[in-house]
């Protein structure tokens, strides 16, 4: 059983217009097997949230915390954070030239496990992976995000949540870019995932539609830098009916 | 007369200013362009396996298949008569590369080496030069591609600490022949190399690959021309280099030449640096000098970056350290132009060479 604990977090970018403040205090908190969907509209924090917690340099935390089963998560590294149970599901997945996924996937696999996984095992668990998210075989041979279509990244960064099994996952836009089957083999992704590992998930999307592929236990409403509404399935459903703009002229 | 023209065809000795050694630290070539060096005839490039049949290596007197307006290498005509001439035969197709190697080390003299391969018409083979070891060598090497041939030529240097090469790789290319290099630089003191291709008849293709990876102190110099004279040839040129450590120098120039008989022509020159330290430096020179407008492209792009946050921090956000990650990063980088070599033996040895001049350069610790 895991906790992730997230507590008045403020963030600010720095640009040329001077230090711009994007998360103005949040709170949340993700358990084990909990499924929480952030909706918001664009421009509202969400992605920032999202990279927050992961590490990415460009983001200053100027106030808050975040822990996992209480460890600092803020004192950490990026790839501490991953070997504490992080794992984000990037919106945007970067292209590494060179690279090929199978190496690539290795590589973390390694890392995360403090050992090589054997051969074959492991040459078996990526192929049960590749086949779950129907990805063709040739695909590990490709370059990580090199030339993939949306729909590919995607379901890369899904077959990379299976296998790493992460204790806390965030999924950053997963459903931006994806067609209706994309859509749903993704989302099987992600069940698998609840299923098999217990992972506590953090859904950041603009749309109710993969909600119905995905069942969030709760629903935050994401606006200004901070969440203004919170509840059950039910306000995903006032979100689809009514849109957002109460919260952002709020 | 054009820039990328010369008629300097005499020996003489260049005094820096001189576009073709603008870069070069003269004072570092142990006098092999000024005539102080002291040449001796080493003959230090060596078979090494018998060659197949159809394939000979025999020591000649020969002139030069054609004149240059290099420093070095008129020097080294006018040294030496002698040649270590590489001959495939007519129609012979070699499956297996034909391995050469320089491995010795002697640094009292200076090597001033004439080499020419032969390759016939409608032959097709693999010729690798393995350079390691110490030397100092100046090197003449003339490439003559019969019509419809086909030759892979891969020139490594794995250099020690020490060694100071120029060499002239100049290749004449003939109709419907394809000529492919793969220039390695990972090791020396000084590295300069003047890959030249000559188009000679129409529909003849060139690619030419490059890596290199320079260190503190190291000067690494690919002077590319290509000179399309005739109509109906294709060239590619891809360059990628890595620098890290304090005056780690590389300097890349890709001349293209489209001569106004070249109609037709379809050329790209690419160059890539990767910056991975402060101190370093990487000149860029793509040069495209077109005569006719009647062509199917010609293209340049030079890029010098440093490592890539996102990418960086994309493979971290996989429990990658940050080591690991630079050095995925470097290798991938690589990839691209190692993967060509087709040797499993040589890439890995050249991914573990690159391995540790990043860690020896402290470039993964960022």
């Given at each position: 059983m895991s906790t992730l604990e997230i507590r008045g977090l403020k963030v600010s970018v720095t640009t040329e217009n001077g230090d711009v403040e994007i998360l103005k205090g949040v709170d949340l908190t993700i358990k084990s097997g909990e499924t929480h969907a952030i909706m918001g509209p664009n421009g509202s924090g969400k992605s920032t949230l999202a990279y927050s917690i992961a590490g990415h340099p460009k983001y200053t935390i100027t106030g808050g915390t975040v822990t996992l089963d209480g460890a600092d998560v803020l004192e950490m590294s990026v790839d501490e954070r991953a070997k504490a149970g992080l794992f984000l599901a990037m919106q945007y997945p970067v292209e590494v030239p060179g690279v090929s996924v199978s190496n690539f996937l290795r590589t973390a696999a390694t890392a995360l496990r403090g050992e090589a996984p054997k051969l074959r095992e492991w040459v078996g668990e990526v192929k049960g992976a590749m086949e779950a998210l129907k990805m063709d075989p040739s695909f590990a041979s490709r370059n990580v995000n090199e030339g993939f279509s949306g729909g590919e990244k995607k379901r890369h960064e899904i077959m990379q949540l299976e296998l790493l099994k992460p204790k806390i996952a965030i999924l950053d836009e997963t459903d931006s870019g994806l067609d209706v089957d994309a859509l749903r083999v993704v989302s099987e992704g992600v069940n698998r995932a609840k299923e098999n590992s217990n992972v506590g998930v953090l859904l950041i999307t603009h749309y109710t539609r993969i909600l119905k592929y995905i069942k969030p236990d709760f629903v935050h409403v994401f606006a200004n830098g901070k969440i203004v509404e919170e509840g059950g399935p039910e306000l995903a459903d006032k979100l689809e009916a009514q849109g957002y703009e109460e919260y952002v002229n709020a | 007369m054009t820039s990328l023209q010369s008629n300097v065809l005499e020996i003489h000795t260049p005094q820096g200013r001189e576009e073709a050694w603008r870069f070069t630290p003269l004072k570092r070539l142990a006098g092999m362009h000024d005539g102080s060096a002291v040449a001796s005839l080493l003959n230090s490039l060596k078979p090494v396996q018998a060659l197949p049949s159809g394939v000979s290596f025999d020591t000649v007197e020969a002139d030069a298949f054609s004149p240059t307006d290099d420093a070095i290498t008129q020097r080294i005509r006018a040294f030496s008569k002698t040649v270590q001439r590489l001959t495939i035969s007519k129609d012979t197709e070699i499956a297996q590369p034909i391995h050469f190697s320089r491995s010795m080390r002697d640094l009292d003299s200076v090597e001033f080496a004439r080499i020419q391969i032969v390759v016939e018409p409608h032959a097709k083979a693999t010729v690798i030069f393995e350079n390691s070891g110490d030397l100092r060598i100046g090197e003449d090497l003339e490439i003559q591609v019969g019509a419809g041939a086909h030759l892979t030529f891969i020139s490594l240097q794995e250099w020690g600490a020490s060694s100071i090469h120029a060499a002239r790789h100049n290749a004449v290319v003939e109709r419907d022949a394809t000529f492919n290099s793969i220039i390695v630089t990972v090791g020396g003191s000084l590295v300069r190399l003047l890959p030249t291709v000559e188009f000679a008849g129409p529909g003849s293709s060139a690619e030419l690959l490059g890596v290199y990876f320079a260190t503190a102190g190291q000067f690494f110099e690919h002077r590319i021309f290509v000179d399309?004279?005739?109509?109906?040839a294709k060239s590619r040129v891809n360059y990628k280099g890595a620098l890290a450590g304090q005056d780690a120098h590389t300097v890349w120039i890709g001349d293209v030449f489209i001569r106004a008989a070249a109609e037709g022509t379809d050329t790209y020159e690419l160059n890539r640096n990767l910056l991975l330290s402060d101190g370093a430096r990487a000149d860029s020179v793509p040069n495209l000098e077109i005569e006719t407008g009647e062509i199917v492209g010609a293209g340049h792009a030079s890029t010098t970056g440093r490592f890539d946050d996102e990418q960086l921090f994309y493979l971290m956000s996989r429990g990658i350290n940050s080591a690991d990650a630079r050095r995925l990063v470097v290798r991938g980088f690589f990839t691209e132009i190692v993967s060509q070599i087709k040797d499993q033996v040589i890439e890995d040895r050249i991914m573990a060479r690159i391995d540790d001049e990043l860690a020896k350069a402290g470039a993964i610790n960022g």
């Open positions: - | 399309h004279l005739v109509p109906q």
